[in-house]
């Protein structure tokens, strides 16, 4: 069973930036995709970017230009630049494969933007 840790979370004021870094207990070399995922809350948990191991990105309309997915397969680690961030930027962040599989979810860390 695979375990994704997400870790790098907090209170950060518009503007600021975070970020995120999911390790994972095995190699990442067996995924083809990794992903970032947040739900804010009251929604649904929503893509936010993606990653394939030979490095295509995919980013929601909602966060181009401002965050950054990568990954290093070395140290079994994804994560996620954020940049310029605002209030509706406020959610918890979990990685996961992309397409998700259901046993993979953590606990997510949570990311709150606000002053």
């Known amino acids: 069973q695979v375990q994704l840790v997400e870790s790098g979370g907090g209170l950060v004021q518009p503007g600021g930036s975070l970020r995120l870094s999911c390790s994972a207990s095995r190699s990442m070399f067996s995924f083809n995709s990794m992903g970032w995922y947040r739900q804010a809350p009251g929604k649904q948990r929503d893509l936010v970017a993606a990653?394939?191991?030979?490095?295509?990105?995919n980013y929601a309309d909602s966060v181009k230009g401002r965050f950054t997915i990568s990954r290093d397969a070395a140290k079994n680690t994804a994560y996620l630049q954020m940049n310029s961030l605002n209030a509706e930027d406020t959610a918890v962040y979990y990685c996961?494969?992309?397409?998700?599989?259901?046993?993979?979810w953590g606990k997510g860390t949570l990311v709150t933007v606000s002053s």
């Open positions: 990653i394939t191991s030979g490095g295509r990105t």
């Open positions: 996961n494969t992309f397409p998700a599989i259901q046993a993979f």
